[in-house]
């Protein structure tokens, strides 16, 4: 059973700092590219970034661009977001995306929530 579970969010004011994290099992974690989406309340859901099976390649939401990293750890089947400069419009819950490229299936986490709020 494949299981992506994310931890790390919290309510943080503007300007700080937060790091997410996904542990990811039941798939092999190197055949998977990772992206990380979020949805705010009555929004729909976006893409946030996206890393590389082997983590060679990142790319990221011109929104997020330069205030967001993303990385991972074949190792220990893990995926981080090191999220920077926090607005309030970061505000959403965040969801872990694996996609196994060995038969193009998704699989999501049940999200962590992120508030940005003074």
């Known amino acids: 059973q494949v299981q992506l579970v994310e931890s790390g969010g919290d309510l943080v004011q503007p300007g700080d700092s937060l790091r997410l994290s996904c542990a990811v099992s039941g798939v092999p974690f190197s055949g998977c590219a990772i992206a990380w989406y979020r949805q705010a309340p009555g929004k729909l859901r976006e893409w946030v970034a996206t890393?590389?099976?082997?983590?060679?390649?990142?790319d990221y939401a011109d929104s997020v661009k330069g205030r967001f990293t993303i990385s991972r750890d074949n190792a220990e089947k893990q995926a981080d977001l090191q999220m920077t400069n926090l607005e309030p419009e970061d505000t959403a819950t965040y969801y872990c995306n694996a996609k196994f490229i060995g038969n193009s299936k998704d699989y999501w986490g049940q999200g962590t929530q992120v508030t940005v709020s003074s």
């Open positions: 890393i590389s099976p082997a983590g060679t390649m990142t």
